[in-house]
């Protein structure tokens, strides 16, 4: 069984840094495009990165978070990291990751693609 399990959410002040961890199990796809989303209560979900895992690899990010996080796998334990530097008090979200085969595309940001979704990790940030 597929299964995808976040971890590494918290509370951190503005400024600082956290990881999170998207635990992968059950796969058995050689090329896959894992993405990680964020939502707050009342508001449109929104795609915050993705990475293509396959022959290369290659990242999307959305411009709210460019330069400040960064999105890494690592084959071995099949985990996909979100390291969020310089956190500011609007990253405050669930965030999820989610995955589909193949390619991320253009549309790597649309939640409605991704075949497997993790329940999610809190992540607040204070002033």
């Known amino acids: 069984q597929v299964q995808l399990v976040e971890s590494g959410g918290g509370s951190v002040q503005a400024g600082g840094s956290l990881r999170l961890s998207c635990a992968m199990t059950g796969f058995t796809w050689n090329e896959k495009c894992v993405a990680w989303f964020r939502q707050v209560p009342g508001k449109e979900r929104e795609g915050v990165g993705s990475?293509?895992?396959?022959?290369?690899?290659?990242?999307n990010y959305a411009d709210s978070v460019k330069g400040r996080f960064t999105i890494s796998q690592d084959n071995a334990n099949n985990t996909v990291y979100l390291q969020m530097n310089s956190l500011k008090v609007e990253d405050t979200a669930m965030y999820h990751c989610?995955?589909?085969?193949?390619?991320?595309?253009?549309?790597?940001?649309?939640?409605?693609?991704?075949?497997?979704r993790g329940q999610g990790t809190q992540v607040t940030v204070s002033a």
């Open positions: 990475i293509y895992i396959g022959s290369y690899t290659t990242t």
């Open positions: 989610a995955t589909k085969q193949w390619l991320c595309g253009s549309v790597w940001y649309s939640w409605s693609t991704y075949s497997v």
